[in-house]
């Protein structure tokens, strides 16, 4: 397992705040860098891309002034998340305005190019690639990405069926670099236990969703707050591509969640301007499985305390147990 250079000593809870489609914002990604976890949106967020430009420069400068003012506080990089679908007609732009302002970490979705890697990798940054399988997760590191996050069961958004079991362990058979592991992630003790089974991070989503900075409505953050794992379901209806969203706000779209179609793959579309690529995240909302952790709403830094508590109380739980082991063992022995 490999920690990146540029992440080691910032990091609180070993955490990759996963890209919110149109949740995520400076305000969110800020107050998750400066609570010690990676921070991140993706660039179709800001729109216009002049919009995204600001939103860079923002970022940069407050994170910076964070630093100046307190050298020992352990402030983590931000990531841009790019997608690298055909449809994404912002690619190249918003890929010059990541090489423009340096941006540490890049997470690619659908599709990897190396071009795009080597672009990044040109002034330093690192790239990260999310993959369902280890035939994408192949294709990424072939093409150049330096770290992987797979996808599993119970992710929010655009998720896989594999189990974190399967997937982590087929990786580890040849892939000792970074390594994220996203679904139904949203405590501490799921933060240590994707550690135990192989990972280096922990992705978490949909937990953020219900935060006071994140650009959701009152409505889906209640939601959040009010649902659990019996309330997701897995459609590719909506984008083309399988994720999983909330039952009830399909229900309130009026569609019956329990009988839905299949969706066109061929209709994904991840462009500036399309008005049913946004009544799908805006009016059905995507969430992962986990979110029955989640019991009310808080601010970024509040929720990642409650994940560095719990992560350091199950670790240390973890090693009582395990000398509880020994020590029965050695007796047995004996």
């Known amino acids: 397992m490999a920690i990146p250079a540029s992440l080691q000593g910032t990091l609180s809870v070993p955490v990759i705040a996963s890209p919110l489609f149109i949740i995520s914002n400076p305000d969110l990604v800020i107050a998750q860098c400066k609570a010690g976890v990676v921070g991140s949106f993706p660039s179709l967020n800001a729109r216009p891309v002049e919009q995204f430009e600001e939103w860079l420069i923002r970022i940069n400068t407050e994170l910076a002034e964070a ?36 941006v540490p970490i890049i997470i690619t979705s659908l599709g990897a190019r190396a071009d795009v890697n080597d672009a990044i990798h040109s002034y330093g940054g690192i790239v990260l690639h999310d993959i369902i399988n ?14 992987l996050i797979a996808v599993c069961a119970g992710a929010g958004g655009h998720a896989g069926t594999l189990s974190p079991f399967a997937l982590i362990q087929e990786i580890r058979q040849f892939f000792d670099g970074p390594l994220a592991l996203s679904g139904s992630i949203a405590t501490g003790r799921a933060v240590l236990a994707a550690q135990a089974i192989g990972a280096d991070f922990a992705y978490i989503g949909s937990a953020f969703i219900s935060t006071h900075e994140a650009r959701a409505v009152d409505g889906y953050k209640d939601m959040i707050v009010s649902s659990s794992s019996k309330d997701i379901v897995y459609s590719s209806l909506f984008t083309g591509v399988s994720g999983n969203y909330l039952a009830p706000s399909i229900s309130a779209s009026g569609l019956d969640p329990n009988n839905l179609p299949e969706g066109d793959k061929s209709t994904m579309n991840f462009g500036t301007g399309d008005k049913a690529q946004a009544k799908a995240w805006r009016d059905i909302w995507g969430s992962g499985q986990g979110i029955g952790a989640v019991d009310r709403k808080m601010g970024a830094g509040e929720y990642v305390e409650r994940l560095v508590r719990e992560y350091e109380e199950a670790r240390s739980g973890l090693i ?9 063992r050695v007796s047995q022995a004996s």
């Not at 352990?74 to 010059?96: C, F, G, Q, T, W």
């Not at 009582?320 to 029965?328: D, I, W």
């Open 67 to 102: 630093r100046r003012a307190n050298p020992s506080a352990r402030i983590a990089p931000y990531a841009v998340n790019l997608i690298v679908h055909k449809s994404n007609n912002r690619l190249e732009e918003d890929l010059a305005l990541c090489v423009k302002y340096k």
């Open 134 to 147: 280890v035939v994408f997760a192949h294709k990424a590191l072939e093409k150049g990405a330096d770290g």
């Open 320 to 328: 009582g147990l395990s000398s509880s082991y020994v020590r029965e």
